[in-house]
């Protein structure tokens, strides 16, 4: 009864800057912590960066001072700001969030993801 679905992703240059953005809808009370992972070809999908309900943030070493995360309470929304964008930064981003619903149960949900590729 959730969804979470990204968007923003897609070609760029070393360098250049995308923003993504995760929605969630459906039986939304609330949501606490959200986050970013990524799953680079070949690799194993990691933690990009998360941030709570209250906006303490969390980034992996290899994007801090690059990327930021941010969140609109107001619209269940998330983002994540790329900015100096590497090679190594080509991976498929994934929207994680930890979803409260009217009772106050705590449930975790995934996005399908979205393709970021950053060309060299």
């Known amino acids: 009864q959730v969804q979470l679905v990204e968007s923003g992703g897609g070609l760029v240059q070393a360098g250049g800057s995308l923003r993504l953005s995760c929605a969630a809808s459906g039986s939304i009370f609330g949501i606490n912590t959200m986050g970013w992972y990524r799953q680079a070809p070949g690799k194993q999908r990691e933690l990009v960066a998360t941030?709570?309900?209250?906006?303490?943030?969390n980034y992996a070493d290899s994007v801090k001072g690059r990327f930021t995360i941010s969140r609109d309470n107001a619209k269940n929304t998330v983002y994540l700001q790329m900015n100096s964008l590497k090679s190594e930064d080509t991976a498929v981003y994934y929207c994680?969030?930890?979803?409260?619903?009217?009772?106050?149960?705590?449930?975790?949900?995934w996005g399908k993801g979205t393709l970021v590729t950053v060309s060299s």
């Open positions: 941030i709570t309900r209250s906006g303490s943030t």
């Open positions: 994680n969030a930890d979803v409260v619903d009217w009772l106050n149960s705590v449930r975790n949900y």
